[in-house]
């Protein structure tokens, strides 16, 4: 005799919908969008179907559509020229620089979105790498300072919520120190803790044309193999006064996301990045896979996982799926 019968539990929509353990909402996610120079242009990812490189006058009408859909947080990312890169990234905290005009002005008109920057220095660095390079070394305390100035013409230009993607060492505490310091005691933090070197970054590189010149990520990013190590990186930021803890990529690191979910209680989020929309997006024109359905389970096992909120580039989809 079967006493027990899960199926009981699945019987109907009613009795489903009673016993779903994870609900996936608008609420849940951050959309990544990539800005260009220029005006009254976009153009189409080649690697992210769907996705564009927007000039900020076009953006801004990209992110008006968002906000109608109830997409609230955004986070922007500059592909900038090879003439507006160097080696110390002095770009990336021009007060009259892109980015931080597109901040500015995305803030003045739409003063209710949430805004939240990338620091780091590759997209504005002549090396392709998040920190200083001398004799083919990351030097990681100077790096600090860049990304200090960078943070604070990020909190000056209006940014919610800094961002920083580098992974160096003691860059939580000391950026937090800078923003307290010239009073921005109020613009959070939310630390890329556990960033792995991955492979899942590709179609993200061709998008801001910051492929690393030489070598690769590993003596910064982190390991695949490691999880343990995701507990120190997150401890360290936690310590140090992040807001957030973010663990990416995301499907490949479920697991870290649980870990980082068991054992903190700071709002943990992970990036679902631009290999893993790439994969979908190949398989969906292929006939091989259905995109909405995918889609919504690839989203809701991140949460189920334990996120409170997903960067996602499937953001606007999703969007409008859930609106239906
Ligand atoms: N610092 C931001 C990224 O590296 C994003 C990666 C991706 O979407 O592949
Ligand atoms: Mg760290």
Redesign the pocket.
Known sequence: MLTRRPRRNRKSEGIRSMVKETILTVDDFIF?LFLIEGENHKEEVVSMPGIYRYTLDLLMNEIGECLDLGIKSFCL?PSLGDDKKDSMATEGHNPEGLYQVALSSIKEKYPEAVLMT?V?M?PYSSDGHDGIVRDGEIINDETLEVLGKMALAQAKAGADII?P?DMMDGRIGYIREVLDDNGYTDVSIMS?SA?YA?A??????DALDSAPKFGDKKTYQMDPANVKEALIEAELDFVEGADFLMV??ALSYLDVIKTLSENFDIPITA?N?????AMLKAAAQNGWLENDKTMMEMLLSIKRAGASAI?T?FAKEAAVLLKK
């Open positions: 990544p990312f990338d780091a590759d961002g993607s890329y960033k991955s899942f970054y590709g179609p993200f590189r990416k990529p990036y990045v631009s290999g893993e929309y960067l580039y």
